[in-house]
């Protein structure tokens, strides 16, 4: 089990040091797994626990606010994917303006150095951090030199020639190719959250949904797809999902994940759950009434349920 460590204590938590990497890990794609695997292959290595560096919000996300990329992974999402990984300890730090503000050196003495007793670092080859973006994996190994600690710098993690990133994962599901994005991520793109209450209207409509708040700024999905969801009684449930502003109901801004299930009548009201997204529809859209959604959701669950072929 991951331990969890929010900021930093005193005395430090690896009085004996640590195997340290740092980044987003956004999507804890192919990419992202590989960076692991060597830092998990270092620790054993050197007898020492092996720790992610996260930053909250996402340093994009501070600078750029409401204009910075959209999320493939809540922080809980990247948490549960890296439990199922080889690393022993995830700090998560605030980002704020005076960690914005830091010189890398004193990045480099304060928080890896002091805080975090770092004695081997495991980088990705476009890591950059501190004020201005001026630290990099050369200033890291004359630092290292300095306070005792080795530095690493992982390859690219190519497939078919493409850098596999959180960016190009993005593009492809903004592009609506979720073959694409699960050949990156290695595995199908997914969202988890609570089964929370909700209005009704899909009960009404004979189409009752599971909706989940997404509790983002934005996503990187968005219209009607076909789906399967787990979570509940470990079985994996075939159902048809709208992610977005239901234009037709309210039409707010806040998006939300609405899922039917073929053949599923449970109360699941408080289950933390995975939505698997296998298959684009259509766009989401508004209607001018209640009927011709009604009409509109029946052709969705009849093309997802030919999808998958039930």
């Given at each position: ?36 695997e060597m830092l998990a292959a270092r620790g054993r290595e050197l007898n020492l626990p092996t720790v992610i560096m996260l930053f909250e ?254």
């Amino acid at each position: 089990m991951i331990r969890l460590i929010r900021g930093f204590s005193h005395p430090p938590p690896f009085l004996n040091g640590c195997v340290l990497t740092i980044g987003n890990f956004d999507g804890v794609h192919l990419g992202h797994r590989a960076v692991i695997e060597m830092l998990a292959a270092r620790g054993r290595e050197l007898n020492l626990p092996t720790v992610i560096m996260l930053f909250e919000p996402q340093p994009l996300e501070y600078f750029l606010a409401d204009n910075a990329p959209s999320r493939l992974m809540r922080l809980r999402e990247k948490i549960l994917a890296l439990n199922k990984l080889s690393v022993d300890n995830v700090v998560i730090v605030r980002f704020n303006r005076a960690l914005a503000n830091l010189e890398p050196e004193q990045f480099i003495e304060k928080i890896l150095v002091e805080k975090l007793n770092v004695k081997h670092l495991v980088i990705g080859d476009d890591f950059h951090f501190g004020k201005m973006r001026r630290g990099n994996f050369n200033l890291l190994k004359e630092q290292g030199e300095l306070f005792r600690f080795s530095v690493e710098k992982s390859t690219s993690y190519l497939l078919s020639d493409l850098r596999v990133s959180s960016t190009l994962i993005r593009d492809a599901l903004n592009a609506d190719d979720l073959i694409e994005a699960q050949r990156l991520l290695g595995y199908d793109y997914s969202i988890c959250g609570r089964v929370a209450q909700g209005d009704k209207i899909g009960r009404t409509l004979g189409f009752p949904t599971a909706n989940i708040k997404m509790l983002r700024r934005n996503t990187p999905i968005r219209g009607v797809f076909a789906v399967t969801m787990t979570g509940i009684d470990n079985r994996e449930f075939q159902g048809v999902a709208n992610v977005g502003t239901r234009p037709t109901i309210d039409g707010n801004r806040k998006v939300i994940l609405e899922t039917h299930l073929f053949n599923f009548d449970q109360n699941i009201y408080g289950h933390y759950v995975s939505v698997q997204f296998k298959h684009k529809l259509r766009q989401e859209m508004r209607f001018n009434s209640l009927d011709q959604l009604q009409t509109q959701i029946r052709h969705d669950v009849a093309a997802a349920k030919e999808f998958f072929n039930v």
